[in-house]
């Protein structure tokens, strides 16, 4: 690196301010959520799945290994895609016994 002369610090000056306002734009966005992890609000990250299931990790990671859980798998990452994965849960919903009940009465009906 050369020694500056004062003839260069108008210019260092400039250099510096620009690099400080794109340092404290970062730092906004990030305060703000916006970081990259956010790259696309639908595809997420194996920690971001863990936080929209409520499940760890390791467990996601034992899902994916038994198919248990919808994943998209791109070289050694693992990704996911929030609606999949909302569908997921809400294909694990347990019936109440009036919506049995019906069923079974529905059943009958046609049988007859």
């Known amino acids: 690196m050369k020694p500056f002369t ?7 000056l400039g ?3 620009m690099r400080m306002e794109n340092i ?3 730092v906004k966005e ?3 959520g916006r970081n990259s992890e956010d790259f696309d609000p639908e595809l997420l990250t194996i920690i971001q799945a863990s936080k929209l299931v409520n499940l760890s990790v390791a467990t996601i990671y034992s899902k994916v290994c038994r198919n248990e ?4 798998k791109q070289g ?3 990704y996911f895609i ?6 997921w849960i809400k294909s694990g919903r347990i019936k109440t016994i009036s919506e049995i009940r019906r069923e079974i009465e529905q ?3 046609t049988a007859r």
Not at 6 to 12: K, Q, R, S, T, V
Not at 69 to 72: G, H, K, L, Q, T
């Open 69 to 72: 859980i919808p994943v998209n």
């Open 30 to 32: 990030i305060r703000n």
């Open 24 to 26: 404290e734009r970062m």
């Open 6 to 12: 004062f003839e260069d610090l108008p210019n260092i």
């Open 76 to 78: 050694k990452k693992l």
């Open 82 to 87: 929030k609606t999949e994965l909302l569908d």
């Open 15 to 17: 250099t510096l301010a």
């Open 107 to 109: 059943r009958s009906n």
